[in-house]
């Protein structure tokens, strides 16, 4: 019987008498000290007295001993006759009928079974939903029914108490109140400009000190991708950081240059990017650790230069896990370490703010908006009765007096971080562009009578400038030979436009209407100009925007119109539903649009998941948000967009960098999700991922995985250092040289034990060239003609350069199957590379099941745990005769070793426990690596996945393969037994 | 309502010597019990006290005993236990035999049959006492289990008529 059961029937049968009787000396003395007041007597021993000769030894069911029904008989039965008294009394005898009718009455009035008070209702007096409604009850038993139901509500739910809600709800939802309460809200978790239109819809999610949506509440995994390989999806991503950086251009360079290397593709300096057309994208390592300590993918786009002045702005776009680190590293390189504090500002009206429309030179200077409103908010939050609570623009969990400027002396760079000052949306599709001009107008001019007064605002003031108005009209018309572009991956990547733009509020139409790319026929200069447009970008002055200069930003945010008064406007408009004549003249607002590459690798697809990047400043991020909304996109969350890198076949950021802090921190928070799920299933109906030979489901061993090849390629480069000694001399001592110089980097390389993810342009292009004929389907012939072709040599010093690193691929299945996070790359052998030219609906070989030695050591343990008082030492001892493993590769010596220890740690059932023997050699297909993200893709049509791979491993594979099956590797999912067929892919 | 349903005995046991009756525990009734059952009825009688039969309690002292027997076949065992002549217990032969005061469908009626028993006969017993001192105890008896039915307001209304009757 379970505690649980004995403790029911101990309720029960507490009011019934037990029997009473003489059960064995000792106890029958303590017997009349449990009397519990029933009966009068209380009195020693059974021995004292004639009077006293039984004092009553009911109800021995007491604390003392709890089993009421004395069994096991005796045998010394002479040992009870001499305690017993010898004779009875008249009185003794009445005292014990008196003390039996009180425990019997005891046991009548007291109803057993339930425990509720109503137990003591007689039946006809019960009623319906006395426990519900305690008023129903009889007025005695409602004290004690209260506090039953009190009781019982504690027990069900461990919840806390609701707080009160001392504001009525229509109180709550007033705007100011409901505005401070977002802003009481929004303080841990930054909320973006459209959280509140995200909340409504998406699943959100509190990610890296963000509120982020992670996807539709609806259906719309399909339309999502339709949407963006035929029309346009949008996404916000105001969430990543921007730093901006300002100073002389060959010193910012210099101390740029220490974050990257040219050996892993364009760095900040590339003369595109640098003159401001092209918006770049590059990896940051630390400063001058080049191969080693990565810290992401970074964005970056500079501002055209100004002419005259070697003074350059910089933006880098960076995720927020990136950011962390980044700006530090930033900071070192750049010596910038004086935080210029923010200026404590009095509060003014935004119109006061003089507009200065020339470009400044320091933007420090200025007072920043943010100050403003963080201050007004904090008045609120003082007295509520002040005017009404300011909404948060920008970052709202920042306290006011953290700095974001720091300059530094020496070299006269400033940093500056611009964290949710940019609004950012990305609009990926190929009809992306036709959404933008739809959505947007080039700014009008104001007529002559504005542009006399002296304005606050910054649009009349620019339209004074007959320069600037020039740039304008030409930015503007790039903008209108935009609409007749066919598709958006037919821009050249990364361009840049910089625009002026009316409010779009202006233009919302009534209804949603899908964009779609006007047909018309151009004239010939149109064409022409296209053309242009198409194979040379967006000339250089046209990529100067407004947006960035600080001034106008806060300008351009401050004085925007609120929804409320543009309504008001609207209802004051002769002919109701048509245009605001003359648009107001808050209702410009500078932007840029940045075209995002497509698909550049590889040859089918190409630039697939192209668009366009709209920034904007902040504070617009509604106004710009639903209008695009209206024009027929669909919009998506952070899943998406790791569909959509997926499918583009580029490495997204913290899920595929595994060497960046960012990508580690993941990888742990992944496998504390996964196997947290994985335990809250019973053990029976988890997946036994021994019997699987699966030995990390949950995570990856990426530095392991690397060790072990390290330690096998150096095995055989030995063997082969042998045969060729017997063979060719000429050949031995280069490879001994190699020997040489690859110990002395292993003896370098032992105390950091770090695995590198291989990103040098060179070694890339070198591995994709052998890893052909391999575009993802096979049809087309290898067209890679300087690759060296892969013999003994070229492997070896390639091997050698490249011992500890990881490169990512993407496998493609050659038959069905979905390959699985977390899913194996393995090494087929030759018969399995038969099978697949013999049959070709063969689908691939199977692992043998393995066996769970840990099985056993489970059951003991839990027998011991049950024992609880078994000697530690005998598991111990058993431990050590474990069932030797099939393998011959299971190190049982290494498991003996750890038996003592894992006897006091958990084992999981269904799980290695933590010192994993050989990972590369646990199945009976040598391992590669693992996956990153897989999914059915849907634009290949089969299953894709996205992993790393050994270097070393991978050379050593594609050098023992055939020609006709090279770059074939197997793909097996945690959960399942069955190998797949898989293409690898390489592309630079 | 649907349960299984038995009867239930409640018997006295009449001893000569009453200081032997405390040498009593339930297991030794049960075996003279089943012991005088599988004399007279056989190795079916035997079979029918295997289940549903127990001693639910006995009082060595005032030598009560409840004994449960399947409500199926309770006219059978009942049937041999006027041939229970002694009980074996801790190495002696107690000579006895059972008087069946009540027969109740649950154990409550026996209960509260056996309260009402009680009650009378310490009653009895008042007029019978031999000296002052054990008049004095009774009496201190009888008040003792009217005490805790006062305290026991529920019980009243239900003991209460048949009490009074009997103190007059």
Redesign the interface.
């Given at each position: 019987m379970s505690t649980a059961k004995v403790k029911m029937r101990e309720k029960k049968m507490r009011n019934?008498?037990?029997?009473?009787?003489?059960?064995s000396p000792p106890l029958a003395g303590e017997g009349s000290s449990q009397n519990g007041g029933?009966?009068?007597v209380s009195g020693g021993g059974p021995g004292d007295g004639p009077s006293d000769i039984?004092p009553?030894t009911?109800r021995p069911k007491s604390s003392h001993h709890r089993s009421g029904?004395?069994?096991g008989?005796?045998?010394d039965?002479?040992s009870?006759?001499k305690e017993?008294?010898?004779?009875?009394?008249?009185?003794?005898?009445?005292?014990?009928?008196?003390?039996?009718?009180?425990a019997?009455?005891?046991?009548?009035?007291k109803t057993t079974g339930s425990c509720h008070v109503f137990g003591?209702l007689p039946k006809h007096m019960r009623r319906r939903a006395m426990s519900h409604n305690t008023k129903r009850l009889p007025c005695r038993l409602r004290d004690v029914a209260n506090r039953m139901r009190e009781k019982s509500l504690q027990a069900g739910s461990k919840k806390k108490k609701e707080q009160a809600k001392n504001k009525s709800r229509k109180a709550r939802r007033r705007h100011g109140n409901l505005l401070l309460e977002f802003n009481r809200r929004q303080r841990k978790n930054i909320w973006l400009e459209t959280h509140i239109w995200h909340a409504k819809r998406f699943h959100m999610v509190k990610k890296w000190g963000y509120c982020l949506g992670d996807r539709p509440t609806y259906k719309c995994y399909r339309p999502c991708y339709r949407a963006m390989s035929t029309h346009c999806l949008l996404q916000d991503l105001s969430y990543y950081c921007c730093i901006e950086l300002q100073g002389e251009e060959d010193k910012l360079l210099a101390a740029l240059s220490q974050l990257t290397s040219k050996k892993a593709g364009p760095t900040f300096a590339a003369a595109l990017c640098i003159s401001g057309r092209r918006q770049g994208s590059v990896v940051v390592y630390r400063a001058g650790c080049y191969p080693l300590q990565p810290l992401g993918p970074v964005t970056f786009l500079w501002r055209p230069r100004t002419p005259g002045t070697t003074h350059r702005q910089l933006w880098i776009w960076a995720h927020p896990t990136i950011k962390q680190d980044l700006l530090p590293e930033l900071q070192s390189v750049c010596q910038c370490h004086e935080a210029v504090l923010p200026p404590v500002v009095p509060v003014v009206t935004p119109a006061e703010v003089a507009p200065t429309p020339e470009p400044e030179l320091k933007p420090e200077k200025t007072p920043e908006a943010t100050q403003t409103t963080r201050t007004k908010r904090k008045r609120n939050c003082k007295d509520a009765s002040g005017p009404p609570a300011k909404k948060i623009l920008g970052d709202g969990s920042r306290s006011p007096t953290t700095p974001v400027t720091w300059r530094s002396s020496s070299t006269g760079i400033v940093i500056n971080d611009l964290t949710m000052e940019i609004v950012r949306y990305r609009l990926i599709g190929p009809q992306s562009h036709s959404v933008l001009a739809e959505t947007l107008e080039a700014a009008t001019g104001c007529d002559e009578m504005n542009k006399s007064q002296p304005s606050s605002l910054w649009w009349p003031e620019h339209c004074k400038d007959e320069s600037k108005m020039k740039l304008h009209q030409q930015q503007a018309d790039i903008f209108h030979i935009l609409k007749d572009i066919y598709s958006t991956g037919e821009l050249p990547s990364g361009t840049v436009l910089g625009l002026a733009v009316d409010d779009p509020r202006l233009t919302l139409p009534t209804k949603k209407v899908k964009a779609l790319p006007c047909v018309k026929q151009a004239q010939e200069g149109d064409e022409e100009k296209r053309r242009e447009l198409m194979l040379r970008g967006v000339p250089e002055h046209c990529c100067q925007s407004l947006l960035w200069e600080q001034s106008v930003r806060d300008n351009v945010t401050d004085n925007k119109i609120s929804e409320q008064e543009l309504n008001r406007m609207r209802s004051q408009v002769l002919v109701p539903g048509s245009r605001l004549s003359p648009t107001p003249l808050q209702g410009r607002v500078p932007i840029l649009l940045v075209h995002q590459p497509g698909k550049q690798v590889g040859h089918e697809m190409s630039s697939w998941g192209a668009g366009w990047d709209l920034l904007l400043p902040k504070g617009w991020g509604m106004a710009f948000w639903v209008p695009l909304v209206y024009r027929g996109v669909r919009i998506s969350g952070l899943n998406m967009s790791l569909k959509h890198s997926q499918n583009k076949g580029t490495p997204h950021f913290p899920h595929d960098y595994p060497d960046c802090p960012a990508g580690i921190r993941l990888q742990e928070e992944q496998e504390a999700e996964l196997l947290d799920k994985f335990k809250r299933r019973p053990p029976a109906k988890r997946t036994n991922y021994i019997k699987h030979g699966c030995l990390a489901p949950f995570r990856c061993p990426w530095q392991q995985l690397a060790e072990e090849w390290e330690l096998i390629t150096r095995e055989g480069g030995e063997e082969r250092k042998r045969d060729s000694q017997t063979q060719t001399t000429a050949d031995s001592d280069t490879v001994m040289e190699e020997e040489m110089t690859s110990h002395a980097e292993i003896a370098a390389a032992k105390p950091q034990s770090r695995f590198t993810v291989l990103r040098n342009r060179k070694s890339l292009r070198l591995l994709s060239g052998w890893c052909r004929p391999t575009t993802s389907k096979g049809q087309r012939p290898c067209r890679a003609a300087g690759v060296a072709p892969l013999d003994s040599s070229a492997m070896m010093s390639f091997v050698t350069e490249q011992e500890m690193s990881l490169v990512w691929v993407r496998l493609s299945l050659l038959s069905k199957g979905k390959p699985e996070l977390h899913a194996m790359v393995c090494v087929p052998t030759t018969e399995d590379l038969k099978l697949l030219s013999n049959k070709s609906d063969n689908s691939g070989p199977q692992e043998p099941p393995h066996r769970n030695h840990f099985k056993s050591r489970m059951k003991r343990r839990k027998k011991g745990s049950k024992k609880a008082a078994t000697s530690s030492a005998k598991t111990e001892g058993e431990g050590s005769d474990l069932p030797s493993a099939s393998e011959p590769n299971l190190t049982t010596s290494a498991e003996d070793a750890k038996s003592s220890s894992e006897s006091s740690t958990d084992l999981i059932f269904g799980l290695w426990p933590d010192p994993l023997p050989s990972i590369t050699s646990h199945c009976s297909r040598v391992t590669l690596g693992w996956v990153t993200q897989a999914d059915f893709s849907l634009s290949a049509g089969c299953g894709e996945a996205l992993g790393f791979v050994s270097v070393a491993g991978l050379v050593n594979t594609l050098f023992n393969q055939p020609k006709e099956h090279r770059g074939i590797l197997l793909l097996r999912n945690p959960t399942s037994l069955h190998y797949r067929f898989a293409k690898i892919n390489i592309e630079v | 309502m649907v349960r299984v349903k038995s009867r239930y005995l409640l018997c006295e046991l009449v001893v000569s010597d009453r200081s032997r009756l405390l040498l009593l525990d339930d297991r030794a009734i049960a075996l003279a019990v089943k012991a005088a059952v599988a004399r007279t009825h056989g190795d079916y009688g035997a079979a029918l006290c295997s289940v549903g039969f127990s001693v639910k309690y006995l009082n060595a002292h005032t030598g009560i005993v409840f004994l449960r027997l399947p409500k199926r076949c309770y006219r059978l065992l009942w049937s041999a236990l006027p041939f229970i002549t002694s009980v074996e217990t801790r190495g002696q032969r107690i000579p006895c035999f059972l008087n069946c005061l009540h027969v109740g469908g649950t154990i409550r009626t026996c209960q509260k049959f056996l309260i009402r028993y009680n009650a009378q006969q310490l009653h009895r017993m008042l007029p019978k006492c031999k000296n002052e001192e054990e008049k004095q105890q009774v009496r201190q008896a009888i008040l003792s289990c009217s005490l805790t039915r006062g305290n026991n307001e529920a019980l009243e209304d239900e003991l209460g008529g048949e009490e009074e009757d009997e103190e007059e």
């Open positions: 019934q008498p037990a029997s009473v009787q003489y059960p029933d009966a009068p039984h009553s009911e029904w004395v069994r008989h005796q045998k039965g002479g009870y006759a017993m008294p010898k004779y009875i009394s008249a009185g003794g005898f009445a005292r014990a009928r008196a003390a039996e009718v009180s019997m009455l005891k046991a009548v009035t003591a | -």
